[in-house]
């Protein structure tokens, strides 16, 4: 059993900044890659910012610049560092983990959500 639990949401105005953190707890062999996805009512859920266990970053073209993302394997945590919010960056932000964990004296490959933070930009 994998928990992710998110937190650092909440409400921003246009060109502040918010830091969301999130930690996976369970019965964890290792961590491939963490990362953020976020989603807006009527639209597919979108990939934000991920990193793998070998520190390869992949942000997303409509926040490079803006979001950081950084993963402490130790700490099984992963972080996104929003600076200059903009409107359109309100969504629903979930955290995603790859990983290898045990299930039933087995280890397997498995991927993991939390259940998601708010995060609302007025302009």
């Known amino acids: 059993q994998v928990t992710l639990v998110e937190s650092g949401g909440g409400l921003a105005q246009a060109g502040e900044s918010l830091n969301l953190s999130c930690e996976a707890s369970?019965?964890?062999?290792?961590?491939?890659?963490m990362g953020w996805y976020r989603q807006v009512p009527g639209k597919q859920r979108e990939l934000v910012g991920s990193e793998t266990v070998t520190h390869i970053a992949y942000v997303a073209d409509s926040v490079k610049g803006r979001f950081t993302v950084s993963m402490d394997k130790a700490k099984k945590s992963v972080y996104l560092q929003m600076n200059d919010l903009k409107s359109e960056d309100t969504a629903l932000y979930f955290c995603?983990?790859?990983?290898?964990?045990?299930?039933?004296?087995?280890?397997?490959?498995?991927?993991?959500w939390g259940p998601g933070t708010q995060v609302t930009v007025s302009s």
């Open positions: 369970g019965t964890i062999v290792n961590i491939n890659a």
């Open positions: 995603h983990a790859d990983v290898l964990a045990e299930s039933g004296g087995k280890v397997k490959h498995s991927e993991h």
